[in-house]
């Protein structure tokens, strides 16, 4: 890390649009924010030159034990989940820990170079062995200098259908992660997904803990795990300490139905997480035209007043190939997938991977305002449309108030006939 006690980083635009502003950190927080700062003795001075500061990037949904193992230990020929969770299957008892370690490392990595430095992840504990529990437990505390780990309980088999995952569970959570997970659609049966919904948040309620269950992946419009995850949220007292994650079944479901639903899932103050880049990929495959999308009602969620984050979910794992832990690409996924064009839209698909994720993971510190932790990125863009339509380069990313990465702003050359042998084209105006 580049350590300065001191930095000044000049003339900055904001998410919100506030323009020429310096921002002073000291101690790895923000002490000062205003235009024309004057420049501290010993004080390191970062010319931002309008440019974007965020505060980094936020995934909620992630699945760091499954991270880059893609092809192993061999490819998903049909693309669907159930052939992803088969597969997951297949590779699970030939995971070793330092492999585990090994690649989510790399990921964490990738993370931080593109200004992601915080994720929540689901960690698999249907292995008896709960080998990639201790894995991530121990990844946890590797990256805590550098980026915020926390860790969802996740039975991938069902809590019910498989004979050992509650205990598991329950171990999982005592050697401490973070949240409780869960996933009801793929209990044996709806009544089945009903109970584990109720235990797994009365768990949660227990230990005082966050739930985040993975509710209603399917193309089905009569999965109802969403309603019960919110009315137990309501019974225990949990409001704002929840997460539904995907909701896909929400894309198909009735419309007089999801009328009653969203201002349940608003009482209860329960977050929505869409993963748009895995949805749009995993929904639909029994289709044929029309060809349903599967993501959840993103703008009818906001619109209720719901807390709705985007989230990465996969990255070359079984169940999909591609991604590079870069949140503005799921912004711009979810942007096209949600229809979500208007100005006001695309600023709040930026908001879906920063602040709304932040509020998801329940951050303390967060945010661009004095005495919040300097933890922000600095983006080769104007603006958070920009951003997202540039996929903009991440020039700097501090973390306390250290550097922590630098990418080289984004410069091409060309050389065409009838025209200046060289223009220099840059993507700054
Ligand atoms: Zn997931």
């Not at 602040?355 to 951050?363: D, E, K, P, S, T």
Request: proline share 5%; aromatic share 4%.
């Amino acid at each position: 890390m580049e350590r300065s006690d001191r930095l000044l980083l000049r003339n900055l635009t904001f998410p919100d649009g506030r323009s020429g502003q310096d921002v002073l950190v000291d101690q790895g927080r923000i002490q000062a924010i205003a235009p024309a700062l004057p420049v501290p003795d010993g004080a390191t001075l970062i010319e931002g030159d309008g440019q974007l500061l965020s505060p980094p990037f936020v995934d909620t949904h992630f699945h760091m034990d499954a991270t880059l193992s893609y092809g192993l230990p061999r490819v998903n020929q049909s693309g669907t989940l159930l052939e992803g969770i088969a597969l997951w299957g297949e590779l699970k008892p030939h995971l070793t820990q330092e492999a585990l370690v090994e690649r989510a490392l790399q990921y964490c990595d990738w993370a931080v170079a593109k200004g992601l430095l915080a994720i929540r992840t689901h960690v698999d504990v249907c292995d008896d062995r709960l080998l990639a529990v201790e894995a991530l437990l121990h990844v946890r505390q590797r990256v805590a200098p550098y980026l915020d780990l926390q860790l969802v309980a996740f039975p991938q088999d069902g809590v019910l259908r498989s004979a050992t995952a509650l205990p598991n569970l329950k171990r999982a959570l005592d050697m401490g992660v973070d949240v409780v997970g869960g996933i009801p659609h793929f209990e044996r049966t709806m009544s089945d997904g009903a109970e584990s919904v109720r235990l797994l948040c009365e768990l949660a309620a227990e230990r005082d803990l966050r739930v985040d269950m993975h509710c209603d992946e399917s193309d089905d419009p009569l999965s109802r795990h969403i309603e019960t995850l919110a009315f137990h949220t309501q019974r225990l007292g949990l409001h704002g300490r929840v997460t539904g994650s995907h909701l896909t079944s929400m894309h198909s479901m009735d419309n007089y139905y999801v009328s009653k639903l969203l201002p349940l899932i608003k009482e209860a103050q329960v977050h929505v997480v869409a993963n748009p880049l895995i949805n749009i990929t995993l929904q639909g495959r029994h289709d044929t035209y029309p060809k349903r999308r599967g993501m959840t009602r993103v703008p009818e969620l906001m619109a209720a007043g719901v807390n709705v984050a985007f989230g990465h979910d996969c990255v070359m794992d079984p169940w999909y190939s591609l991604g590079s832990a870069d949140m503005l690409e799921v912004a711009q996924m979810g942007l096209h997938v949600a229809q979500m064009t208007s100005q006001a839209q695309m600023r709040a698909c930026f908001d879906a991977v920063t602040v709304n994720a932040a509020r998801v993971m329940g951050l303390d510190d967060y945010g661009l305002a004095v005495g919040q932790r300097a933890d922000f990125v600095l983006l080769q863009a104007r603006d958070p449309v920009e951003a997202i339509r540039l996929r903009a380069n991440r020039l700097l990313v501090v973390r306390r108030g250290a550097v922590i990465a630098r990418t080289p702003a984004a410069t091409a050359t060309l050389s065409l006939p009838d025209r200046p042998p060289t223009v220099d084209w840059t993507l700054r105006r």
